[in-house]
């Protein structure tokens, strides 16, 4: 079966078991989903993940980080979408939840969060927004 957006159903997947309490959860593994759940868990939203060969593609296992009973993620969101791809500039990038939160982008150098964007100076695809 082919998936028309793999990067939202990886993100449905995280969102639904934050949602159920799950402590872990087993997602296809892509260079793109291992990217942002790199990036997740360098920003401290995700306790760890690791990489399972059972199949061709393999799965990414993400455990998830809760705070008192509460999932440390409260809103992981889709911003570029393949029906409505969102591109903005170096100046353009945004500041999620006054930068409390990350937007998660595809630059030409690789998936960065908004602030080593902007660090570097360079736009791109902002994938999703997480806080």
Excluded: W
Excluded at 32 to 45: D, Q, S, T
Excluded at 100 to 117: H, L, Y
């Amino acid at each position: 079966m082919s998936m028309t957006d793999p990067i939202a159903a990886f993100l449905t997947r995280i969102r639904n078991a934050l949602g159920a309490s799950h402590d872990a959860v087993e997602c296809p593994a892509s260079k793109v989903n291992k990217e942002i759940a790199r990036i997740l868990k360098e920003e401290g939203f995700i306790t760890d993940y690791m990489l399972l060969d059972d199949r061709k593609q393999g799965l990414i296992r993400i455990d998830l980080k809760y705070m008192d009973g509460k999932p440390v993620i409260d809103k992981i969101d889709r911003t570029s979408r393949p029906g409505r791809r969102v591109y903005v500039k170096a100046d353009e990038l945004p500041a999620v939840l006054g930068g409390m939160g990350i937007a998660i982008v595809s630059t030409s150098g690789g998936i960065v969060t908004d602030k080593q964007a902007r660090a570097q100076h360079v736009g791109g695809e902002v994938l999703c927004t997480v806080y």
